[in-house]
């Protein structure tokens, strides 16, 4: 070999490797390794700083947001208020195989799992940076935190929130909270929130009886509310809530919490049609303000009511309600013309009818609809109650053991001077009403007194009894004190303020032998923090059992043969008192049965801005509306509806006398004192005669209005100058006045 060669192979042999490239150096297995589990701490170690910091936060505002459910008497839904349509639940109330049926859908290791699926989250976290859209795999822990504590965002910042947020809620809560937690902040579709809504969407019934098959279809509907609902849904999407139903049934039969004979006997549920919305239409908005008035009154703070969560169950008899709808619309509404008729356009109605044994309302009236006249007519207290408070005067009268002023005690049988415009004797304040038409009596007793509701005999008797007595009794019975009740004279002819639920509540008091009777509309109220404790709306004696069963009496003998007329029928037994205010403003019509007690009025109400009042006259072309006409027709009407066709009961009544009979005289054969303090004279004992039927009815009567007459003596605050001319209450009536008596047992 030669030097050069040599030379070369030595080159050869010396030459060193070449180097690795620099990035291949930090890919060994042992550094890849190496960096993964440092990553893998690193994680840890944020999550667990995460861990740390995040909190639980409070619910969110939409989560705890529910409805108030307002029920009738029977339980059927009346209505609904709020933003959200939700009424939260406990588990109690949702059958445990419905319970199941949830957990089947949609996490089978959910009573075992920590509360949250890693897989899950972490497919879901990869799909959102990949915007694949939404996740998949979520536990129930972690459906509920987001429905309960966060929001529907799909954000990686959020979804991370949910994974610590369901550790720690999972460790905290009981797995029964948690789910009735998620069942009830979960959306169901049409615009129900929670099983409570859905059940009443999807099925009309309450959770608590929801079966399996039902429960099945509502857990099936979460996955995809608005393609699964079976009333809207394509083919598709009726094939594909179809397969999710039988999946969570066999996965039900897969946990052993179904039995397999049972599986296979199940049909699909096929849910009901939607409903619109119940709004505040109608009589609702009426009835459900009255109930929530009536909590106000118990020291329920309306804005605990607006904040929702409510469960109100109203005393209002659904039959009932819609028999007093009707009878308004037959007797009333069908018979005005509303659109060319000035008059008719004025007319408003309200009613209140009360179970007199317990004092529950069972039907309300408040007028045309709650959308269109705000004001209730039922409970509002801005018209004159009229003669229907002349039975509060008889009342005090038998209560106190009044005297005329000849020393007399005020009984059924005590005769007065029935002249229109007699001066009152032995009262600092003058006052000489007129009577309707101005007619004159003469001496007549106390039932024809009332029967015709003669003005100026209880104009006296208010005076031997005293205003002050008077108006005492009357706060006793139920009538609102005011600024409107002052203690003069003309407080007999009603001219305080009152609704048709304060003399609901006086009369229906009568109607329960004297013991008070405060009307009340809500059965039950009661939210997930409270129960509302509601007082006993029967309360002690206001009167004696022998006065408010006298007064029953004389009552009996207004609807027999008396200004109420119109409501006698024998298929029951009935009292009441017709009432027709100053100018004819308010006519009403109070009276009651052995079982239900119900006032009826028509107020006048301008059309213009401030409705102001106004007269009724030529109501439905008429004439005078007085309360012996259209108030009666409807209290007759709804009466005999309420009670199936009529009733066999009849008043048990205690009553010192029965009245006595005297003579049938029209008022022109009658020959009025000149002395209006002198003996009345003895009463004849004519043979018993047969009531004749009216000449002509109270409609068709031309009574003499207020502004007609010459004024009456200079009037006190808060009295009528003319007194009340009782529009037709005396006018086309049988002349006799004589009542015989339906009694029961007297001692």
Known sequence: MGRAEAGRARGRGTRRAPKQGGIRRFLTPKKLLGTFFGLCLLGMGGFVVIYLLVPVPSANAQAEMQSNVYKYSDGTILARTGKINREIVGLEQIPKEVQRTFVAAENKSFYQDVGVDIKGTARGLMNTVSGKGKQGGST??????????????????????????????????????????????????????????????????????????????????????????????????????????????????????????????????????????????????????????????????????????????????????????????????????????????????????????????????????????????????????????????????????????????????????????????????PFDPQNEDDQDYGWVNVQTAMNKSINSVFAQMVVDVTPAKVKRTALALGIPDGKAFPERPAITLGTMNASTWDMAGVYATLDNHGRKVTPAIVKSASHKDRTVELPDPVGKQAVSRETADTVTHVLQGVVDNGSGFEADTSAYDAAGKTGTSEKNKSAWFAAYTPQLTTVVALFGESTKEGGEQVSLTGTANSGRANGGGFPARIWADYTLGALDGGSDARFDLRIAEPVREEPTMTPSETAPSETPSSEPPSPSEPAEQEPQPPAQTPSESAPQTPEESPPASEPGPGESSSGEPDGGETGGVPSGGVHTPRVGPTR
């Not at 429905?147 to 720690?168: A, G, H």
């Not at 109608?282 to 929702?308: C, H, M, P």
């Open 140 to 429: 129930i822990t972690q459906q509920y935190v987001k429905n309960y504590y966060l929001n529907q965002d799909q954000t990686i910042t959020r979804k991370l929130k949910e994974l610590v947020i369901s550790l720690k809620v999972d460790r905290k809560k009981d797995k029964n909270e948690i789910l009735a937690g998620y069942i009830n902040t979960s959306y169901y579709g049409r615009g129900a929130y929670g099983i409570q809504a859905a059940a009443q969407a999807y099925y009309g019934v309450d959770a608590v009886r929801l079966n399996v098959a039902q429960g099945a279809y509502l857990a099936a509907l979460l996955q995809a509310p608005s393609q699964y609902d079976w009333a809207v849904a394509g083919d598709t999407g009726k094939r594909l809530v179809t397969e999710r139903w039988n999946y969570v049934l066999d996965n039900m039969v897969e946990m052993k919490w179904l039995d397999a004979s049972a599986r296979s006997g199940l049909k699909f549920p096929v849910p009901h049609e939607p409903k619109a919305p119940r709004g505040m239409e109608g009589q609702t908005g009426y009835l459900v303000e009255a109930a929530d008035d009536e909590l106000a009154r118990q020291g329920v703070d309306k804005a605990d009511i607006d904040a929702g969560g409510w469960t109100i169950t109203l005393n209002i008899d659904r039959k009932r309600q819609q028999q007093l709808e009707k009878s308004v619309d037959k007797e009333l509404e069908s018979k005005l013309d509303r659109e060319n008729n000035k008059t008719d356009a004025t007319v408003q109605a309200g009613a209140t009818s009360v179970d007199p044994k317990t004092g529950r309302v069972v039907a309300l009236y408040g007028g045309t609809s709650a959308t269109k006249h705000w004001i209730s007519n039922a409970t509002r207290a801005d018209y004159q109650p009229a003669s229907t408070f002349k039975p509060v005067v008889l009342a005090s009268a038998l209560e106190n053991g009044s005297k005329t002023q000849d020393g007399e005690r005020i009984g059924v049988n005590t005769r007065y001077d029935g002249t229109s415009r007699r001066p009152v004797v032995g009262s600092d304040t």
